[in-house]
């Protein structure tokens, strides 16, 4: 029934009763209000987790798992009190709140707003009630997640079956299974994995009642989160009525097993009928059709011999024979039709008229065997729009040329399904209506789509005529559809470019990056990768892979952008993966140029990605005085400049002085900021230097030069060439001297230069090089360092192919400065994997032999301190590109590691995953503590430092006080959360500490109880972790926080 009263929003005054009707427990079930000595429901409009929360609160039914809507408890009777509930999750009770009561409220008993809590608050954390389903079309399908000490996690689908979703599904009083998928077919969840290798006989009542191994052990990862759908009472998901003459009257069909199937006529009665109308919001039986009234079905009959007492919810409720057991053939198909056609609100006895004209017109102008007359003849084009990507958002549809909306009356999860099946999208998640994703502007084209589901377009489905509609732009109809994620855009990147800005357009799908053919590629497409990569403008869009050839999928094709779309994935296309083309027609972009580089900007240099280091402030430029200036802050400079890798971060105006002011001093980057003005910085202006300490930077580039020698006795003599856009070149021998030479030598890893010959005196060459008038000072390490004249492949005018004769160093490591030498992955610049640089390219050190005199020595030659500790294997992860060094064998005494026996540079007999690293001690006074595997220095997996080597901390006992030692001891101010179950990954290294038991005072771990070291119970599967707030107590200012599961407006950061 529809309630009219006009009275102003309010606050309802006094606690008002409240109850949960017709869930499995007390603590679910349809939300219900005591108003004026009788009950009645609460709207769905604008119904959330934080309204359900308050409803937990005040029933004393602990959190809120779910806020189902659309009558998913069943439709109730009577009034309809509430409307519009907008709580912040923090009130008492409902009454508190915000709501409409009887203003206006255009709500139905299908709206009914409904509560699933986690069980009262004296229950167990292992209360059978802490079960949910996440991510489905209803709170009866979607991906299962259990709650153990107090957090959500997922189930891993290993011998996950149909017995242990029957459990799911009885156990949240949803029905009967209808399938068990796994492989996150709902989705990838995001915290700890509690339960695996589940065991159902499939008679338990809850899952917590199963055999499975012990919480928190498993062997599997997100991608295999199990998922559940329960035959529930999703009036749009289970049942649908099909081929009458309205949305409330047909031959009924039910959805078991991904697949719509008839119900056989056999004991077929008004009783049955009744239950269908009654799930469908159709008011009452009429009539209970048999004998195909409204047509024979195709495919299975799921249902026989059913029969219902009349008050179940669902008619998966009543008994039959069970699933697709039966006697019978689609003649004898059942059908019903009910008394309420649900008439679109605020109708008037005229157009009610006007639209029963329509409808009898139509079905005159049909065979009775026919559906109704549908939108068109020919599939209308459909787009989402003003959602996160492609694949969620308002419904538009292109009709006389534009663009136009579709009213959300009757709009139900069987359209929606139809939208994201026309798109390419996958499957629906949501159908919303009330102009979720904003309101349309235009047309409203369609209203009243009925939709079965199995249509290939919209356009085939039933519906007004065009335009005809009683809407306005509040009711346009939106989707979410699983096609791609729905929180973030698809990642791009642009690859085989001259910079970050430019090159061949690729996106991440299903964890692999591929590519995008040119059909249809456009500047409107190109604009839209520039601004999802903050690059500025589209200056071009080439295809026919004008950046060479990708490998391996072509992800994208037919892209078609209006180009003011936020990312590439929110434009149309074909499905992802279909497409008609190979690697030569790769799609392309050059855009402008990144906005932020106009702040940045290297001077003096032989090119833009090297040179003296300026920033823009106050209208005016200036230089970075080189205090503290590192490897790690020359790695943010390269990267916010889109220039590669950082080669070296050379001090003492070594790319001459500045003459403007100086803007920054005391810089600390921990080498993973998208830009310098991230890292950690003094005020500007503020300084103790001179220009003669000006910073500098040398980036790799995009395409870095290497040099080697060719047809000389060795390798360390030969003529001189560098790589340069695929191509060997060679140097001209104008201006070449023995201080170039040097260079070379120092790049090759050869000892000290002996000659710089000229022409022919080793051999002729062939007189076409890339770099003329090379100008270097010796002091440099790489020929890019140097200044040239011209570079580029052309004629030498002025003299011929220089050579060069260098000193072999056999036996030991070529002699380097210690900026050649880097440690990566670790937490700050003094632990991580070990990396040389050769030839203009980074690479790693292979950990045959290495120990603790290596680690020794590469701790000096950085300025670390001692070494604490060397870990074999990938402890700070697998590099990638050369292998450079094998079998390094120290003395412990050398200055730095160039002063060590190896094998020759390059030759080995390993792998990746045997990649050196080396912890230090660093600064005097640091302590042994780390946070590891974290999205930064302030949270993640704890490791405490002992007898030389890391551990972990297990986190029985561990709690907040126990975090807020951790935050405290490392300087990131207060902790935001103890977790626990391995949330930051598993260690490989000792279990050290168990049992820690902090007061929350104490300046250090090691200050609190514990047990001894070493001496534990548990496994990694249990390591604990923090997530700090930052640097200080004000360390996330400016960063927004919401952590899932909290009222809203609890958290503000």
């Not at 709500?107 to 209360?127: I, K, M, Q």
């Not at 823009?616 to 802050?633: A, E, I, N, R």
């Amino acid at each position: 029934m529809y309630v009219f009263d006009f009275h102003m929003s309010f606050i309802i005054p006094g606690p008002a009763q409240i109850r949960l009707v017709n869930g499995s427990s007390r603590c679910s079930g349809r939300v219900e209000v005591l108003h004026n000595q009788q009950w009645g429901t609460v709207c769905d409009n604008g119904w959330d987790l934080s309204d359900a929360e308050v409803v937990c609160r005040q029933m004393g039914c602990g959190a809120a798992v779910s806020a189902p809507v659309s009558a998913q408890f069943g439709p109730g009777s009577n009034h309809i009190w509430l409307s519009d509930v907008e709580c912040t999750g923090a009130e008492a009770t409902l009454s508190e709140c915000r709501s409409r009561m009887g203003e206006h409220i255009n709500c139905h008993h299908g709206e009914d707003a409904g509560v699933v809590c986690s069980g009262c608050l004296s229950c167990p954390v292992s209360d059978p009630m802490a079960l949910r389903l996440v991510n489905g079309s209803s709170f009866c399908a979607g991906r299962v997640e259990v709650l153990y000490r107090h957090q959500w996690g997922t189930v891993c689908d290993d011998s996950w079956d149909e017995e242990d979703a029957a459990v799911v599904c009885r156990q949240l009083g949803c029905g009967t299974v209808v399938s068990a998928p796994g492989a996150a077919q709902f989705g990838q969840g995001r915290n700890v994995i509690w339960l695996d290798d589940v065991n159902c006989t499939g008679r338990e009542d809850t899952l917590s009642e199963c055999l499975a191994r012990p919480w928190g052990t498993h062997n599997c990862d997100h991608g295999k989160d199990a998922g559940v759908v329960c035959s529930g009472n999703n009036k749009f998901f289970t049942m649908r009525v099909v081929n009458g003459p309205h949305r409330c009257a047909g031959r009924v069909e039910v959805f078991y097993k991904n697949q719509w199937g008839t119900v056989c006529d056999d004991h077929w009665d008004l009783e049955n009928a009744g239950v269908v109308c009654r799930q469908l919001g159709c008011g009452t039986a009429l009539s209970a059709p048999g004998a195909g009234h409204f047509g024979a079905g195709s495919g299975p009959i799921w249902l026989d011999d059913v029969s219902c007492m009349g008050t179940e919810v669902a008619l998966s409720y009543c008994r039959s024979k069970g699933w697709g057991k039966n006697n019978c053939h689609h003649g004898e198909d059942a059908g019903v039709v009910c008394s309420e056609c649900e008439a679109p609100k605020a109708w008037s006895f005229k157009s009610l008229e006007l639209w029963w004209l329509i409808e009898v017109q139509t079905l005159m102008a049909i065979d009775s065997s026919s559906h109704p007359m549908a939108i068109q003849a020919g599939p209308a084009e459909v787009r989402l729009v003003n959602g996160p990507n492609r694949c969620s958002g308002r419904v538009e549809v292109m009709h006389d040329q534009q663009w136009g909306t579709v009213c959300d009356d009757d709009w139900s999860f069987s359209d929606a399904s139809v939208v994201c099946r026309q798109l390419g999208c996958g499957t629906a998640v949501s159908a919303y209506g009330a102009a979720h994703f904003g309101r349309g502007s235009g047309p409203i084209w369609l209203d009243n789509v009925q939709c079965s589901g199995t249509e290939g377009a919209l356009s085939e489905c039933p519906a007004r005529p065009w335009g005809v509609s009683n809407c306005d732009h509040g009711e346009d109809a939106s989707v979410v559809c699983t096609g791609t994620a729905t929180n973030t855009p698809a990642h791009l990147r642009l690859e085989n470019g001259p910079g970050r800005c430019a090159g061949r357009v690729e996106v991440l799908y299903n964890h692999q990056w591929g590519t995008v053919c040119d059909n249809g590629w456009s500047l409107a497409e190109a604009a839209v990768v520039c601004q999802q990569l903050g690059c500025g403008t589209a200056v071009s869009a080439p295809g026919s892979a004008h950046f060479g050839q990708g490998s391996g999928r072509i992800w994208l094709d037919t892209v078609n952008c209006t180009g003011t779309e936020a990312s590439l994935s929110e434009c149309q296309a074909r499905p992802w993966g279909s497409n008609s083309c190979d690697h030569h027609k790769d799609a392309g972009v050059v855009c402008s140029g990144d906005p932020r580089q106009r702040l940045l900007r290297l001077v003096n240099g032989s090119n833009s990605c090297l040179g003296r280091v300026e920033v823009f402030h106050d209208q005016k430029w200036g230089t970075v005085c080189d205090d503290t200036w590192d490897l790690y802050d020359a790695a943010v400079v390269c990267r916010q400049l889109g220039c590669g890798t950082a080669l070296s971060a050379p001090g003492s105006a070594h790319f001459g002085q500045g003459s403007d002011p100086i803007w920054l001093d005391d810089i600390h980057c921990r080498g993973t900021e998208s830009t310098l003005t991230k890292c950690e910085l003094g005020n500007w202006g503020e300084h103790n230097c001179g220009h003669s300490e000006d910073a500098g930077v040398v980036c790799s580039g995009t395409n870095p030069l290497q040099v080697r020698v060719q047809d000389g006795p060795g390798p360390c003599a030969g003529r001189v060439e560098v790589l340069f856009n695929g191509t060997w070149h060679g140097v001209c021998s104008s201006s070449w001297s023995l201080v170039e030479a040097g260079v070379v030598c120092r790049q090759l890893g050869c000892g000290p230069a002996q000659s710089a010959p000229i022409g022919a005196q080793l051999s002729h060459g062939d007189g076409h090089v890339l770099l003329e008038g090379l100008n270097c000072r010796g002091s440099e390490s790489l020929l890019l360092e140097c200044q040239q004249r011209e570079m580029g492949p052309g004629p030498c005018r002025q003299g011929s192919a220089a050579h060069v004769v260098c000193t072999e160093q056999r036996g030991t490591v070529a002699e380097s400065p210690g900026r050649l030498l880097r440690l990566v992955g670790g937490p700050d610049r003094c632990a991580g994997r070990v990396e040389v640089l050769r030839n203009g390219t980074w690479g790693t050190v292979c950990d045959d032999g290495w120990g603790f005199p290596e680690g020794q020595v590469v701790c000096r030659q950085l300025g670390c301190g001692t070494v604490l500790s060397v870990a074999p294997g990938v402890r700070y992860g697998e590099g990638t590109g050369q292998i450079w060094l094998d079998e390094v064998n120290c003395t412990g005494e050398e200055r730095g590691l160039y002063g060590c026996r190896a094998r020759p540079w390059g030759e080995h007999n390993c792998h990746h995953v045997e990649d050196a690293s080396v912890e230090c001690s660093g600064i005097p006074g640091q302590q042994p503590l780390q946070l590891l595997n974290g999205p930064n220095r302030c949270a993640g997996r704890v490791e405490v430092l002992h007898n030389h080597m890391w551990g972990t901390v297990c986190d029985d006992g561990w709690d907040l006080f126990d975090a807020e030692v951790v935050c405290r001891q490392l300087g990131c101010g207060t902790a935001l959360s103890a977790t626990n179950g391995a949330r930051f990954g598993r260690g490989h290294d000792p279990i050290w500490l168990d049992e820690v038991n902090c007061t929350g005072t104490e300046d250090t771990l090691f200050n609190c109880r514990a047990s001894k070291w070493g001496d534990n119970n548990c496994f990694h599967g249990e390591d604990a972790g923090v997530i700090c707030s930052g640097n200080s107590p004000q360390g996330a200012r400016g960063v927004n926080i919401r952590l899932s599961g909290f009222p809203k407006g609890s958290w503000d950061c």
